[in-house]
């Protein structure tokens, strides 16, 4: 039996950044373009200015890294939103249509009743704005 995603999440089973290679042939493309021209300037740069540029590489990745974490939360609060909207939204606005069913439903009846009574006295009957606040 497999897991399921929460218990793969427990235990440290997924690893979005680990996990996530965009497929597209224009990222391959890319990718591959950049590792040589990475290979290209190490070539021709002294020991020292290679360092140094591996040092900058270094941070580009922290930074890209850094970028692809916040991408990932947004994504993952959206994703979380969406998922209660989809789930509570349309339960909430049901329960506040059948609470003003029920209100408006008692109004009525309380009315009905209330003025069947005040014929029978003969005392003037109650309009619905006599009761709305009720």
């Known amino acids: 039996m497999s ?8 235990d440290g089973e997924i690893y979005p950044a680990e996990n ?5 042939q224009e990222y391959k493309d890319l990718s591959k373009k950049i590792d040589e021209e990475k290979e290209y300037f190490k070539s021709i ?5 290679r360092k140094r540029f591996d040092a900058f590489c270094d941070m ?9 974490y916040a991408d990932f939360s947004y994504g993952y609060k959206l994703g979380a939103q969406l998922a209660y ?4 939204e349309d339960k909430k606005k049901r329960e506040k249509e ?3 069913r029920f209100d408006r439903e008692m109004r009525e009846s309380l009315l009905d009743t209330a003025n069947e009574l005040r014929a029978e006295n003969g005392l003037p009957l109650l309009t ?3 009761v709305a606040d009720v």
């Not at 897991?3 to 427990?10: A, D, G, V, W």
């Not at 909207?85 to 509570?88: D, G, I, N, Q, R």
């Open 3 to 10: 897991k399921s995603i929460l218990e793969q999440l427990f």
């Open 20 to 24: 996530i290679r965009p497929e597209s």
């Open 45 to 49: 740069l002294s020991e020292a200015d």
């Open 60 to 68: 580009f990745y922290s930074m890209h890294s850094a970028y692809a």
């Open 85 to 88: 909207a989809a789930v509570f």
């Open 98 to 100: 059948i609470e003003e």
């Open 128 to 130: 619905e704005e006599d």
